[in-house]
C-alpha cells in the first residue's frame, strides 16, 4: 500500500486524534484509515475507534509504520456510554484530545415510502446521533485545554442528489453540515474550531465491499464506472484525498477557518448535469 503522502511536516506534532471509524471493511484507503496514518505522518497520536476492533489492525500497522502511537477500541458510537468511556480511556493514555475527527457514517437505500421506520431510526443514529454524542463528551475535555479542532466528515449526498434515492443518509449528512456550524459559532470563543470535510463518490473499500452488492447486482466495475460518469475530473479519488482536507482543518494552517466545508469531490457537485 503506498503511502499517503511522502511530506512529513509535522504539523500534528505533539497533537492526540480521536478519530471514530478509524478502521475499513477492506485492503485500500477508506477515509478513517487514511486519516489516522495521514495524522501520525505529521506526528499526532491517534486514538481511534470502530466497532470492530479488527478492522484498526491495518490502521494500526500503518500508523506505527509511520511513526506514530496508535490505540484502537472497539466502541459503539452510537451508545453514549460507549463514547464517553472511550473519551475517558483517551485522556488516561494520552492526557488531552486536540482533534475530534467524526468519520462513521453509512448509507441505506430508499425514500420515505419505501424505507421502514427501524431503518430511519438506525441512519439518524449511525450517521448523525454518533457527531453529537463524540462532540458532547470531547468539547468538555477541549473547553478545559483552551482549544480543540473537530472535523467532521459529512458527504456531498447532504449538498445535492448524487444518483441514488438515500433520504436518510441525505437528510443526516445535511444535518452534520449545519451541527458543524453552529457549533463552530457556539464555541469560536473559547477557541474551539469545527469545520466539515464534504467527500463525494471516492474509490473506498466500501465500493467493493457494500455499495456494490446494493447498487450493481455486485458488479464493481460497473459502479466504478458509474460513478466516474458524473465527476468532471478523470479520475476518481480515495481515503487519501479525504484525510489531506481534514489534515488542513485540523492543524493550525486553517487556524482562522471555522464553520464551514471543503468539499472533495472531482467537481461532482457543481455540474449542472
Not at 33 to 47: N, P, T
Not at 225 to 230: E, G, L, N, T
Request: aromatic share 6%; charged share 20%; net charge neutral.
Amino acid at each position: 500500500m503506498n503511502k499517503t503522502s511522502t511530506s512529513l511536516n509535522g504539523r500534528l506534532a505533539g497533537k492526540v486524534a480521536f478519530v471514530t471509524g478509524a478502521g475499513s471493511v477492506g485492503p485500500g484507503w477508506g477515509n478513517g484509515r487514511a486519516i489516522a496514518v495521514r495524522f501520525a505522518e505529521e506526528g499526532a497520536s491517534i486514538f481511534g475507534l470502530d466497532r470492530d476492533l479488527e478492522r484498526m489492525a491495518e490502521t494500526e500497522r500503518l500508523v506505527v509504520a509511520a511513526g506514530g502511537r496508535f490505540i484502537g477500541l472497539g466502541c459503539d458510537v452510537t451508545r453514549s456510554e460507549a463514547i464517553a468511556e472511550a473519551v475517558a480511556r483517551c485522556m488516561g493514555a494520552f492526557g488531552r484530545i486536540d482533534v475530534l475527527v467524526n468519520n462513521v457514517g453509512g448509507s441505506a437505500k430508499g425514500g420515505p415510502v419505501e424505507m421502514s421506520e427501524e431503518v430511519w431510526d438506525a441512519q439518524i443514529d449511525h450517521n448523525l446521533k454518533s457527531v453529537f454524542l463524540s462532540c458532547k463528551h470531547v468539547i468538555p475535555h477541549m473547553l478545559a485545554q483552551g482549544s480543540g479542532a473537530i472535523v467532521n466528515i459529512s458527504s456531498t449526498s447532504g449538498l445535492r442528489w448524487t444518483g441514488a434515492a438515500q433520504i436518510a443518509y441525505a437528510a443526516t449528512k445535511a444535518g452534520v453540515i449545519q451541527f458543524s456550524r453552529v457549533l463552530a459559532v457556539q464555541y469560536a470563543k473559547q477557541g474551539i474550531r469545527v469545520n466539515t470535510v464534504v467527500p463525494g463518490q471516492l474509490h473506498t473499500p466500501m465500493v467493493e465491499v457494500r455499495l456494490a452488492g446494493q447498487r450493481a447486482g455486485g458488479d464493481v466495475e460497473a459502479l466504478l464506472q458509474q460513478r466516474q460518469s458524473r465527476i468532471p475530473l478523470p479520475f476518481m479519488g480515495d481515503g487519501r484525498d479525504t484525510a489531506n482536507a481534514a489534515l488542513f482543518l485540523a492543524c493550525d494552517e486553517s487556524r482562522f477557518v471555522t464553520g464551514t466545508e471543503i468539499v472533495v469531490d472531482g467537481g461532482m457537485s457543481v455540474r449542472c448535469d
